[in-house]
């Protein structure tokens, strides 16, 4: 076989392969998120060198808690999925902390946009230092939204558990009010990202921060909402 003919057999794979893609993102794009894995949630890994490994025992005891509570039935140890992966649209939900930077690449921005105006949902918890670049990068994602506070009589905090006065204290950062800020894409709710309140400290295990049962269980109460919320919506 010749050059020539090995440079046309790699060219054909190529746009082959960018074919299947775009054939399977816009397919996600049609499918409504309940028929693909209604079921499992995934944690978002991320570049930039923020440690978006932190609170290694939030979610699988956030999973354990809604399954008993809520009756979901998700898979006991979640996924772990990076920002660009195709992977992520096989989750309706993705979970994403840490404490420091965090960047998206030109791939990671339009994958994400693609997750999240199709169906997906993304929680981001504050676990301190995580403000300026969550802003800063889901801004790229969505150059015309800004972050708003959610209003207490919204849907996400009146699911299995009710939160009058919304979201919950859990830790304290820097002596401020906890606040839940959404970003809204034609109406909505595709980011509930938990400030100044930090949900999956509250998540973890017992002994890793010493929490009183009554602290963990409203970070368990008001996850279990998020995940009832991005499973119906």
């Known amino acids: 076989m010749n050059l020539m003919n090995i440079f046309q057999k790699l060219l054909t794979l190529f746009f082959s ?6 054939l399977v993102t816009f397919a996600f794009c049609l499918l409504p998120f309940a028929f693909i894995s209604a079921q499992q949630v995934a944690i978002l890994k991320y570049n930039g060198g923020g440690d978006w490994y932190a609170n290694p025992t939030a979610l699988p005891n956030l999973i354990n808690f809604c399954n008993k509570n809520i009756k979901t039935s998700i898979k006991e140890n979640p996924e772990t999925v990076e920002v660009s992966s195709i992977d992520i649209f096989n989750y309706p939900i993705v979970f994403m902390t840490g404490h420091g930077n965090v960047s998206f690449s030109d791939d990671d921005i339009e994958n994400l946009k693609n997750y999240l105006i199709s169906g997906g949902f993304l929680h981001v918890s504050d676990n301190y230092g995580l403000d300026n670049y969550i802003r800063r990068e889901l801004k790229k994602v969505f150059p015309s939204i800004d972050f708003q506070e959610i209003p207490h009589n919204h849907p996400i905090y009146h699911q299995s558990f009710n ?65 009832e919320y991005a499973f119906k919506n």
Request: net charge negative; hydrophobic share 30%.
């Open 17 to 22: 392969l960018k074919l299947k893609v775009a």
């Open 163 to 227: 939160f009058e006065n919304g979201c919950p204290k859990i830790h304290e950062h820097n002596n401020k009010r906890p606040q839940g800020f959404g970003l809204f894409y034609e109406g909505r709710l595709v980011c509930f990202y938990d400030y100044e309140s930090d949900l999956s400290d509250g998540w973890e295990d017992e002994e890793v921060h010493n929490d009183p049962i009554e602290i963990r269980e409203k970070a368990l109460k008001m996850g279990a909402n998020i995940v």
